[in-house]
């Protein structure tokens, strides 16, 4: 079993920066993903981000990219997500996940890859 814990939602104004925190504890040494989704009301959920703890590779949705900064410190268990120059359409509730599962491809940006979910944290971009 894997518990996560997302932190650090708020309200900003459009052009402001919010960081994201993801705690893990349980057995977190079988999690080998962890990945940030968002869910917008009446939306389905979006991949945002991922990150491989064995090679610390980063991954990113075309939207975020260059703007999101996803990163891991493994003496705290914990990963973050760094957001700057939010805009309006980043609105949206904000998970975490882990898998534990090594995953490819289409694979990283998949809800269904991601067997453990945080309990979900309010991001609101103001214009």
């Known amino acids: 079993q894997v518990q996560l814990v997302e932190s650090g939602g708020g309200l900003v104004q459009a052009g402001g920066s919010l960081v994201l925190s993801c705690a893990a504890s349980?057995?977190?040494?079988?999690?080998?993903?962890r990945g940030w989704f968002r869910q917008a009301p009446g939306k389905e959920r979006d991949f945002v981000a991922a990150i491989s703890y064995i090679g610390g590779n980063t991954w990113y949705a075309d939207s975020v990219k260059g703007r999101f900064t996803i990163s891991k410190d493994n003496a705290e268990n914990t990963v973050s997500l760094q957001m700057n120059n939010l805009k309006p359409e980043d609105t949206a509730i904000y998970y975490c996940?882990?898998?534990?599962?090594?995953?490819?491809?289409?694979?990283?940006?998949?809800?269904?890859?991601?067997?453990?979910w945080g309990q979900g944290t309010q991001v609101t971009a103001s214009s």
């Open positions: 349980g057995h977190t040494s079988s999690t080998y993903f």
């Open positions: 996940a882990a898998s534990t599962s090594v995953l490819y491809g289409s694979l990283r940006s998949n809800p269904a890859s991601y067997n453990y």
